[in-house]
């Protein structure tokens, strides 16, 4: 197996205090998983909802699973029962469809809100404007079973450091704004989850609070 332990403790070693690692198993089996949880990692990130019942089914039950793929609102029921945080919220009908099922199951679902930063067209995520407005429009205030704990990205997938750098500061500017609008006396908006395999050293110089890394962890996905 890969050497899931040895890999965990080297990004676990390069994180500040105060930056959470998300560790991403997708397509990785469960196994893989446990040798992460025997050495105390809690927190996993999955990104398909079939592959995330399964392994919520199957392992410890004290795991906090984060959904941070693009999420289906026909879906939402079917992780609503268990999942600690959603984290790529990118739509107001998604969180109105997480307001509805977390109610159901009489909980209250995290989530952020995932924004729309990097070049490429075809990632997901509001853009700066879309968040704007979705803030502004105010239904989230009369969702008791939704809250919002701060935002979501990723960066271009590019070698090049400074505009990943710049996307990220970009992201950690508009938390700022979004946080002095709407959050200043809200202390659970504080997450900012930016940061991934190749690129979350960058990440933390950008205040992020929590990365989501998965193949420097469990080594290459098998899909
Ligand atoms: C897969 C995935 C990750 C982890 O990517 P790695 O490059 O394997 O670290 C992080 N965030 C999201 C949204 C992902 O889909």
């Not at 029921?77 to 977390?102: C, F, G, H, N, W």
């Not at 067209?121 to 009369?142: F, M, P, S, V």
């Not at 970009?170 to 002095?180: G, I, Y």
Request: some cysteine; proline content about 3%.
């Amino acid at each position: 197996m890969y050497n899931v332990k040895e890999k965990l403790h080297e990004v676990l070693s390069g994180l500040p205090a105060g930056v959470r690692l998300v560790a991403i198993s997708k397509f990785h089996p469960a196994e893989y998983i446990m040798a992460a949880y025997e050495e105390g990692q809690r927190v996993f990130g999955e990104s398909h909802e079939q592959e995330i019942r399964q392994k919520h089914e199957a392992l410890p039950k004290d795991i906090e699973w984060h959904f941070i793929g693009h999420l289906q609102t026909n879906k939402v029921k079917y992780i609503a029962p268990y999942i600690t945080m959603i984290e790529a919220v990118d739509s107001l009908k998604l969180l109105r469809e997480i307001q509805k099922q977390a109610a159901n199951n009489d909980r209250v679902i995290k989530v952020l809100l995932e924004l729309h930063i990097a070049e490429e067209t075809t990632k997901y995520g509001l853009t700066l404007d879309a968040c704007r407005e979705l803030l502004a429009g105010g239904e989230w205030r009369q969702m008791p079973n939704v809250q919002i704990c701060g935002l979501m990205m990723m960066a271009s997938n590019t070698d090049d450091e400074q505009q990943i750098a710049h996307e990220f500061q970009q992201a950690a500017s508009f938390f700022d704004e979004v946080k002095s609008n709407y959050f200043a006396t809200d202390d659970a908006f504080c997450e900012r989850s930016w940061g991934m395999s190749d690129d979350y050293p960058i990440a933390v110089q950008c205040r992020s609070t929590m990365v989501r890394v998965g193949t420097k962890i469990f080594g290459p996905r098998v899909y």
